[in-house]
């Protein structure tokens, strides 16, 4: 009977507890759908990155990533695709060669990351193919090349334009050749298709005389959860190579994730402290109001535990009535944009230049509506200890002379 | 073994400062059954008595007795605990939860004692019955009369099987006829149950119908009067 009293007990005064429910109401669901907003954006850009390229794991020679020289290869790459493909977490790899190199057209001149492929398996790994706004994704033909859009615009390339790339050959001597362009692919990040090509291995091979060196495995595992698992096992297989997850690849990208929650964290936070002093200020109101009737409860026989208990469950219902609307819609808002998505692309520009895609999917994981439903309750609690300690700190002989 | 046995009771407040000597002296013994006024002016000590007597209040020194049991020694929660078991009361107005009905405002005190859900039932539907108030078990507070609500206030008061039930100015609200029928019922409870009513009162419809009137003046027993 306490619950249902308690229930009771907040409408009392509709107009007052409505004001409390409704803000709390727009308090959470706005709360939930900017945070919803804001993972997406991070979700968006994290899975952008590794379909662009660095997959789920990479893996180089112990020097490459520092020095980035066309000799730090991996050597004993048969080794690697045996452990590879020994690995059922692992769904499929690709093998690269990547040199630093620089490409230039009749206009001008451009440093670049060379990435030669494996087309169909890099299919597999990572998304460019699926990125082309213009041509295709190579053909049976010699010396083709895949280019940014960026980089098209800034040599003043189009398709089927030449483009000549030269490097470090392994013999340490400068090696030419020219490439047609056969494909302009355009990322959500503006830096990416400014700065990489894309060849295949076997026209490298040609060029160098020789088996175009492996530098770097690109993997994708069957499921995210996989990453560090997988990782952890590699790493232990391959102890003479480097093994990194994307978050080791990309430490700016994962560093976010750990901020951002403890920022959306901080956020909600605000909100329901806000709310705190709105609760607080309507529990006192209605405690004062019943200082006579709490009066009569303790003189009938209630205790002070559960005049204390009563008052809390009030608190908790009216933030609750509320906050569990405001999270419900908010739950619905960002089922219904993760799937229609929300498009950015009028401020598209911009947000490549950070890696990001225009079209955004909100989506708040799990764990963030635990903590907001613990985060509510201990706001709903805070606000009514004060009220609960006024009520039974009441003397019943003079709260029941006083008259409201 | 007097119900309620009170001995050099004396009651002093501290009103800003000014020391006010509310209950002075006071020696009463009250025995089961009885059915007793205290009277007296305003600021005669009448209330502060009844507190005392109800465990709402503490005495500055004396001891009051009920069943044997010293109450001026208990502290705040097992008072609570005493009143819930052993007394039985009905303020003047504003008695019940006006969010709950007639017959969960009775079923309350009974749920704080523990006492199981279909025994509660039996009892708040013939307790309710018994002060004419069978046809109202699920009206609020607001839709009834004063006299009814009162009356309500009987039934919660003696659901809690009380030693004695206290009942402040109860007709102090209600319109003669509302107060005639709330008397009846008490009296036929007392008469019927044997239940001890004391009330603090000083209106002569209730003075008329008690056995007993005790008198205070400036805080001590003026008189003590059997009536016929």
């Known amino acids: 009977m306490i619950i249902k009293l308690a229930w009771k007990n907040i409408w009392r005064n509709k107009k007052r507890s409505l004001i409390i429910i409704f803000s709390a109401l727009f308090g959470i669901w706005g709360g939930i759908l900017t945070n919803g907003v804001s993972v997406g954006m991070w979700e968006t850009t994290v899975k952008a990155a590794i379909n662009r390229e660095y997959a789920h794991i990479q ?26 493909h020994g690995n059922s977490s692992i769904k499929s790899f690709s093998k690269r060669t990547v040199i630093e190199g620089m490409a230039s057209s009749p206009t001008s001149v451009g440093g670049v990351k060379i990435i030669a492929i494996e087309p169909e398996k890099e299919k597999q790994v990572t998304s460019i193919h699926q990125k082309l706004i213009d041509g295709v994704y190579f053909s049976s033909n010699e010396n083709e090349i895949l280019i940014g859009q960026k980089l098209a615009d ?79 096992i590699l790493k232990s297989q391959l102890k003479n190579l480097k093994v990194e997850s994307w978050k080791e690849l990309a430490p700016e990208l994962s560093l976010t994730s750990e901020f951002l929650y403890l920022e959306l964290n901080i956020f909600m936070g605000i909100i329901l402290f806000a709310l705190l002093f709105g609760i607080s200020n309507t529990m006192l109101m209605s405690v004062f109001e019943r200082i006579r009737e709490f009066g009569v409860l303790m003189a009938i026989g209630m205790k002070r535990i559960r005049l204390f208990t009563l008052i809390i469950l009030e608190s908790v219902f009216l933030l609750f009535s509320g906050g569990l609307a405001g999270t419900l819609l908010g739950y619905l808002s960002i089922e219904i944009l993760s799937k229609k998505g929300i498009n950015l692309s009028i401020v598209e520009e911009g947000l490549a230049a950070y890696g990001m895609s225009a079209i955004l999917y909100p989506t708040l994981p799990f764990h963030m509506y635990v903590s907001l439903f613990l985060m509510m309750m201990l706001t709903a609690i805070v606000a009514s200890i004060s009220p609960a300690m006024k009520a039974i700190r009441l003397k019943p002989a003079e709260a029941i002379r006083t008259y409201m | 073994m007097s119900l309620i046995k009170i001995i050099d009771l004396n009651k002093i407040y501290d009103s800003n400062k000014i020391l006010v000597h509310a209950l002075k002296d006071i ?33 500055t020194s004396g001891k009051v007795f009920i069943n044997d049991i010293d109450i001026s020694n208990l502290k705040a929660d097992e008072l609570i605990e005493f009143r819930l078991h052993h007394i039985g009361f009905v303020f003047q107005s504003f008695n019940l939860i006006p969010v709950l009905t007639a017959k969960e405002n009775v079923e309350f005190i009974m749920l704080l004692q523990g006492v199981s859900k279909e025994e509660r039932e039996k009892r708040t539907i013939e307790l309710l019955n018994a002060v004419g108030l069978g046809d109202k078990i699920n009206s609020r507070p607001y839709e009834l009369s004063g006299g009814q609500q009162q009356r309500v206030a009987v039934a919660r008061a003696i ?26 019922i008490m009296e036929n409870l007392n008469k019927t149950l044997g239940m001890t009513f004391i009330f603090a009162t000083h209106d002569n419809k209730v003075i008329k119908r008690v056995r007993r009137v005790i008198t205070l003046e400036d805080g001590k027993i003026k008189s003590d009067i059997i009536q016929n």
């Open chain 1, 154 to 232: 800034r040599l003043k390339l189009k398709l089927n334009s030449k483009v000549v790339l030269s490097f470090q050959g392994l013999d340490y001597n400068l090696v030419a050749s020219a490439f047609r362009v056969v494909g302009i692919f355009k990322t959500e990040s503006k830096i990416f298709d400014e700065t990489n090509v894309f060849i295949k291995r076997n026209d490298l091979t040609s060029i160098l005389g020789e088996t175009a060196p492996i530098h770097e495995f690109a993997i994708r595992v069957n499921s995210v959860e996989l990453i560090d698992t997988t990782t952890g």
């Open chain 2, 27 to 59: 020696n009463l013994e009250i025995e089961k059954g009885e059915f007793t006024a205290i009277v007296g002016p305003s600021g005669s000590g009448k209330t502060t008595l009844l507190n005392m007597i109800g465990g709402l209040d503490t005495p």
């Open chain 1, 59 to 84: 893996i180089h020679h112990p020097a490459f990533k520092d020095e980035k020289l066309i000799t730090q290869f991996i050597s004993d790459y048969d080794e690697v695709e045996k452990i590879l």
């Open chain 2, 159 to 184: 659901a809690s099987h009380p030693s004695f039930v206290l009942a402040d100015e109860p007709t102090a609200n209600l319109d003669s006829k509302a107060a005639e029928g709330l008397l009846d």
